[in-house]
């Protein structure tokens, strides 16, 4: 048998212009239920519906809520302990945000496709090492610090572990030196100095710079709390966060980028079929013809897609 998803789990993967009009259609029915006129929230909430940042929908209840997928990681090593997301370098300085790794779903993407950006991006340096084990589904709903509408956070969590010890995954070059004075009290830990042996910084590829370390679940939970995230505020002020770290992360993620690119062959496709796959192959006249052919039988509802959305809805 099949399994039913339901129609939140969906959302995020329809075209933009249906996200686009199901958002609009669920940001009138939270106006006329309130009874009010139109809010400077309602212009930029219409605005990121329209960029396709930000999915409404009305559920089963009636009521206007936002959806999230978010795509995460749970990667665990030998000794039980899983990777943790400590945060990121924003000017100069770490900004803290201890999470599992993960992104948001993009337009019209699957969980597959999202989990593909997440183990391609900082984790590139780990992937060779990675065997997923199994997914499971959470979601938990709270009011969004974006929006004041009540939001679902859909979570697909892709369970991992590491086919390597640690210590021969090449990790050296980029550990944080950190300075810790004196012991800190935290659930699992005699002094910080034992999360600062086990923390490394990674490069995206895109500018951006990560900090990871790896935590049991109670350790996790502390430094989630806010005195948990002050204390690593406080070790990375003492961090070894110079150009000479940042390079070594970059040049670890391009290493690791060749190495995998050379297991992943790009392979032409044989089939009649060929070509329709990105760049690879070949098109034929008569192919080219068609697809624009469809393309410009597209154009006409799309726009009128847009047009009942941003033109003739008075939101």
């Given amino acids: 048998s099949v399994q039913l998803a339901s129609f939140d789990i969906l959302l995020s993967m ?4 249906y996200r686009q009009l199901i958002g609009v259609v669920a940001l009138m029915k939270a106006r006329k239920r309130d009874n009010r006129a139109r809010t400077t929230e309602d212009v930029e909430v219409l605005q990121e519906i329209k ?3 930000m999915n409404l929908l009305i559920n089963s209840n009636g009521d206007t809520e936002r959806i999230v997928s978010l795509v995460v990681v749970s ?16 000017d100069g300085a770490a900004a803290i945000d201890c999470k599992l790794p993960g992104k948001k779903q993009k337009d019209s993407e699957t969980a597959t496709a999202t989990l593909g950006r997440v183990l391609n991006g900082t984790l590139c340096i780990l992937r060779d090492h990675i065997v997923i084990t199994k ?14 509408f009540p939001t679902k956070y859909l979570r697909t969590m892709n369970h991992g572990e590491l086919t390597c010890p640690l210590s021969m995954l ?21 002094a910080a100095a034992d999360l600062a042996a086990d923390s490394f910084i990674a490069a995206d590829g895109q500018g951006g710079y990560f900090f990871y370390s790896w935590m049991d679940s109670d350790e996790f939970e502390f430094y989630k709390t806010l005195a948990g995230k002050e204390i690593l505020q ?13 390079a070594a992360a970059t040049d670890l993620y391009m ?10 062959p790009v392979v032409v496709p044989k089939s009649p079929l060929a070509g329709s796959i990105g760049t690879v192959g070949a098109t034929t006249p008569a192919e080219s013809e068609s697809r624009n052919s469809v393309t410009e039988s597209r154009r006409p509802q799309e ?9 003739r809805v008075p939101v």
Avoid: W, Y
């Fill in 255 to 264: 290493a690791s980028k060749e190495a995998l690119q050379e297991l992943e």
């Fill in 135 to 148: 997914t499971t589904s959470h979601e938990t709903n709270q009011t969004s610090k974006r929006s004041s």
């Fill in 75 to 90: 990667l665990q090593r030998e000794d039980g302990k899983f990777l943790v997301e400590l945060g990121e370098l924003v």
């Fill in 234 to 246: 406080r070790m990375f002020v003492g961090a070894d966060l110079t150009q000479d770290a940042l």
């Fill in 51 to 53: 960029k396709g940042k």
């Fill in 303 to 311: 726009e009128i897609m847009s047009s009942i959305c941003f033109s």
């Fill in 14 to 17: 329809l075209p933009l212009q």
């Fill in 170 to 190: 090449g990790l050296q070059a980029v550990f944080i030196s950190m300075v810790t004075q004196g012991s800190v009290s935290t659930p699992g830990r005699t």
